[in-house]
């Protein structure tokens, strides 16, 4: 199947700070690729579409300026955390359909997830 | 708002049972549903897609879709403990947008 990576797998920041998460696809280009966030023993929450060439489309109550996203080629898709506080901690998830390459438009394959934690 | 409907369990089988994981869902117009499992601190993995009523099946899984009941299940034969993990079921939201309930936990005990 299509293979999504993600950078770092885990990352612990000082309150106040930014972080840089990325999103690959490795063996497709992907177009279109989501962000989600998943708090503790609670679903997957979609924050963000992130989208090749234009901006990304958040969902409602997700803040843009906090959460910045650069889809900057058809495989790398980057999350930035912007001024973080603890209640940023969570699994932030990237996921992006192959397409063509792979699949139906609305399958998609998950990356492997990065754990955020802000002290 | 599009919604999805899971059953949050845990649901307990016994190894070798068939272990059976249900959902609804509020969007009569959806087209694409999913089964992904997620083990704990991991992401989710696809695990059955179904676009047509009726079954599906790969391996051990079924999947079942019942459109006029707006009802998607998902069977695990010879269940393993190995398949204990949360069951999420989602559906396309629109514009390849999924949306995820809940999650079922299931635990097989051997």
């Known amino acids: 199947g299509a293979v999504v990576s993600q950078h770092p797998s885990w990352v612990i920041c000082k309150s106040g700070t930014s972080v840089k998460i990325e999103c690959r696809s490795l063996?497709?280009?992907?177009?279109?690729m989501f962000w989600y966030r998943q708090f503790p023993k609670q679903s997957l929450m979609l924050m963000a579409t992130?989208?090749?060439?234009?901006?990304?489309?958040?969902e409602q109550g997700v803040e843009k300026d906090k959460f910045l996203i650069n889809h900057a080629s058809l495989t790398l898709s980057t999350l930035t955390v912007t001024s973080a506080h603890p209640e940023d901690s969570s699994f932030y998830i990237c996921s992006a359909p192959p397409g063509l390459a792979g699949g139906p438009l609305s399958e998609q394959f998950f990356g492997p997830g990065t754990r955020l934690t802000v002290l | 708002q599009k919604e999805v409907e899971q059953n949050s369990g845990p649901l307990s089988v016994p190894e070798g049972a068939i272990a059976s994981l249900n959902c609804t869902y509020s969007?009569?117009?959806?087209?694409?549903f999913f089964w992904y499992r997620q083990y704990s601190g991991k992401s989710p993995e696809l695990i059955m897609s179904?676009?047509?009523?009726g079954d599906k099946e790969d391996g051990r899984f079924t999947a079942q879709l019942n459109k006029a009941s707006q009802y998607v299940s998902l069977l695990i034969r010879d269940s393993q403990p190995s398949d204990s993990a949360t069951y999420l079921c989602?559906?396309?939201?629109?514009?390849?947008?999924?949306?995820f309930g809940a999650g079922t936990i299931l635990r097989v005990k051997s």
């Open positions: 989602a559906v396309n939201g629109g514009g390849n947008k999924l949306v």
């Open positions: 063996d497709f280009q992907a177009t279109t």
């Open positions: 969007d009569r117009g959806s087209q694409s």
């Open positions: 992130s989208n090749e060439g234009s901006k990304a489309t958040y």
């Open positions: 179904i676009y047509s009523n």
